[in-house]
């Protein structure tokens, strides 16, 4: 019951901020004592329910750009294949320091602009343009890789990149999140399910709280204000890299 207890709060806070929770999933399923392979391909079922569940009601309240969304997919695809191809050549602990920096760093930025003084979040831009599709595209390959090497989940990435890069306002920002990942996750479990690492009464027991949780937290994040969800996913983002550090120092298991 305990586990199926954490699954739902972890579902229901990281739904509110766009965010699928897998990154928090496998360490909570390790410390519980379930074997590595079992921990991760259970944590991208879980972050796929979380992010179907949480997406729907985002694109319920018409917060998702579906045309925008899907420029992420194919990058997501093959970079988080190419990832799983370098994932023995490149220096697994270089890149989780380097990410912690980034979490560290961009979670500052969201912070800090609670107290910023500016214009108020709009609407999504109505159109983008060629350079920035080019670059949609290149993030998109980049955190694919960066998912599938690291085992940790898009949002984290995608959600500042769209607010700061793309400037789209927060909540459409959670919300194309959830759709992106839901592609992310769904490549992964096709792989661990082709390997026999699915573990289906732990998938089932879990996959019901996350689904309720994602469902409810993304009820509050669709009338959050923009200035709270950007502290909210800093907060997320150094929470994740504070869990990176207790693994990079030995704390946690892989």
Not at 32 to 61: C, K, P, Q
Not at 97 to 114: I, N
Not at 230 to 237: A, R, S
Request: net charge positive.
């Amino acid at each position: 019951m305990a586990v199926i207890a954490l699954a739902f709060i972890i579902a229901f806070t990281f739904s509110m901020f766009g965010q699928g929770g897998g990154s928090v999933y496998t360490p909570i399923l390790l410390l519980f004592g379930y074997a590595t392979l079992v921990s991760v391909s259970t944590s991208l079922v879980l972050n796929l329910v979380t992010s179907v569940s949480a997406g729907y009601i985002f694109y319920r309240h018409k917060m998702i750009d579906l045309k925008v969304s899907f420029l992420f997919v194919p990058g997501i695809i093959i970079g988080s294949l190419t990832g799983s191809a370098l994932a023995n050549i490149v220096n697994p602990t270089f890149l989780l320091w380097l990410f912690v920096s980034f979490l560290v760093g961009a979670g500052a930025r969201m912070v800090y602009s609670y107290w910023e003084k500016g214009q108020a979040e709009g609407e999504p831009p109505k159109t983008l343009s060629t350079a920035m599709h080019i670059v949609i595209i290149s993030v998109s390959f980049f955190v694919g890789m960066l998912s599938s090497m690291l085992g940790v989940g898009g949002g984290i990435v995608i959600v500042p990149f769209m607010v700061y890069v793309c400037k789209y306002p927060t909540r459409f920002a959670a919300g194309a999140s959830h759709l992106i990942i839901s592609f992310s996750a769904l490549f992964g479990v096709i792989g661990h399910s082709a390997f026999g690492h699915l573990d289906l009464p732990l998938i089932l027991e879990t996959g019901a709280g996350v689904f309720i949780g994602g469902n409810l937290g993304a009820r509050i994040g669709v009338k959050m204000k923009s200035g709270l969800m950007k502290v909210g996913v800093g907060i997320v983002m150094w929470v994740l890299a504070a869990l990176l550090i207790l693994k990079l120092l030995g704390y946690m298991g892989r």
